[in-house]
């Protein structure tokens, strides 16, 4: 099975910076694409951001320009930087990811427990 491990939310100022890292792990044979989605107290769980494993990256309108999505193959790692973060990017952040694991040939989807980022005015 495959563990993603959500790292670096927390509490920061408007318009500071914050990085979070998810680190997948397991009898993994492949990990494909990877992305970031948030859901905000009252809302639906959007994505932010998605990774594919040759590094082609898709982001939201609301994050464009702010947000940086970019993994570590090696280490089978996704990375989000956040800079001049609003009041409006609190949420729960959750790390997700594709990934085939040892002896099977079909990719699945998995997802991390989520960690919360909170900016304040």
């Known amino acids: 099975q495959v563990q993603l491990v959500e790292s670096g939310g927390g509490l920061v100022q408007a318009g500071g910076s914050l990085r979070l890292s998810c680190a997948a792990s397991?009898?993994?044979?492949?990990?494909?694409?990877m992305g970031w989605y948030r859901q905000a107290p009252g809302k639906q769980r959007e994505l932010v951001a998605r990774?594919?494993?040759?590094?082609?990256?898709v982001d939201a309108d609301s994050v464009k320009g702010r947000f940086t999505i970019s993994r570590d193959n090696a280490k089978n790692t996704v990375y989000l930087q956040m800079n001049s973060l609003k009041p409006e990017d609190t949420a729960v952040y959750y790390c997700?990811?594709?990934?085939?694991?040892?002896?099977?040939?079909?990719?699945?989807?998995?997802w991390g427990k989520g960690t919360l980022v909170t900016v304040s005015s």
């Open positions: 997700n990811a594709v990934a085939v694991v040892d002896n099977t040939a079909v990719g699945m989807v998995y």
């Open positions: 397991g009898s993994i044979f492949s990990v494909n694409a």
């Open positions: 990774i594919s494993s040759g590094g082609s990256t």
